[in-house]
């Protein structure tokens, strides 16, 4: 892929010293992380992601403030979504996760929904002023970080216990081996060998040691020291639910789905009840697709894609 020349303009030095030089042309890229070294990796962080969310801010920030109709065929949403922005930072100041998220409010409740539902709403006409206002949504965005914060944590401590078992548990091994040898030297400087050139050295080996200890020990520590930021607010859209169907006819439009990915080789997990946007996450040899199922009285429409580059 050739990289927009918009992009390239908002690219300064600015962003190029924070995520490095943004390429002209992209070959092949993914969404999602491969073991293909010439893929790359989009996501946050990587240049071409960072400067076409710089460009949007830029050249479409108020539009997408401002919002926009659309209307949801599967009749789920209903409502005002509103998207944020959150990052979750570490005790070094590091960004230790970044997450995009919706919020529904339908004037009743409110409830997480990926951003990926944008894919499967129709853009509708009609006036963009929010149906709802936004009183509690920022707190339960909020919330949803704070539940985030906590999914970080958990594998932060995984990997804490990882470095404590095998990086601190190997130091300590290395300062009682060393503390041993000086014992030893000491004793045999006591009996009239010359040792004092090799004192000197595990001494210094010993203090790289401790040294090596306590800086990973900090380190462990500042990993597992999250805090989020305030999630910042980056668009809003209404949408409007059609009439749902009928729930038994859905439940066989997803039987025939999944029946139809294990009889091609694949292995179909239903995720209808998640509110990502697709209602099927297939894996097979051809890598993973995401499927909406859609069904009415004597129809079954499957629409599928795949998040490959």
Do not use: C
């Amino acid at each position: 892929m050739r990289t927009p020349p918009e992009l390239l303009r908002v690219w300064t030095d600015k962003y190029k010293n924070r995520y490095g030089d943004l390429q002209r042309n992209y070959p092949v890229f993914s969404f999602e992380k491969t073991e293909d070294d010439d893929v790359d990796f989009v996501s946050f962080g990587h240049p071409l992601f960072e400067a076409t969310l710089l460009y949007i801010g830029q050249e479409l920030a108020s539009d997408i403030y401002r919002g926009a109709v659309f209307r949801d065929p599967t009749g789920r949403y209903d409502g005002v979504i509103w998207f944020f922005e959150g990052a979750v930072r570490d005790g070094s100041g590091k960004i230790a996760g970044r997450k995009i998220f919706g919020v529904l409010n339908n004037g009743r409740e409110m409830s997480i929904v990926d951003p990926s539902v944008l894919w499967n709403l129709i853009p509708d006409s009609g006036p963009s002023e929010a149906e709802y206002d936004s009183e509690g949504v920022m707190e339960f965005a909020i919330e949803e970080m704070k539940r985030f914060r906590h999914e970080l944590l958990r594998e932060a401590e995984k990997r804490a216990e990882i470095k404590r078992n095998y990086g601190v548990r190997s130091l300590d091994y290395s300062i009682n081996e060393s503390n041993s040898k000086l014992i030893d030297y000491e004793r045999r400087l006591g009996l009239g060998e010359d040792l004092k050139l090799a004192i000197r050295n595990e001494k210094e080996r010993l203090s790289e040691y401790k040294e090596r200890r306590d800086s990973l020990i900090d380190e462990i520590e500042r990993e597992k020291t999250l805090s989020i930021n305030m999630p910042k607010q980056i668009g809003a859209i209404i949408v409007r639910g059609e009439m749902a169907e009928d729930p038994a006819i859905e439940r066989i439009g997803m039987d025939m789905a999944m029946k139809y990915e294990l009889e091609h080789g694949r292995i179909p997990e239903d995720v209808s009840g998640e509110n990502l946007g697709f209602d099927v996450r297939s894996s097979g040899p051809d890598g993973t697709r995401y499927i909406e199922v859609k069904a009415r009285s004597g129809e079954v429409t499957l629409n599928s894609h795949r998040m490959n580059g």
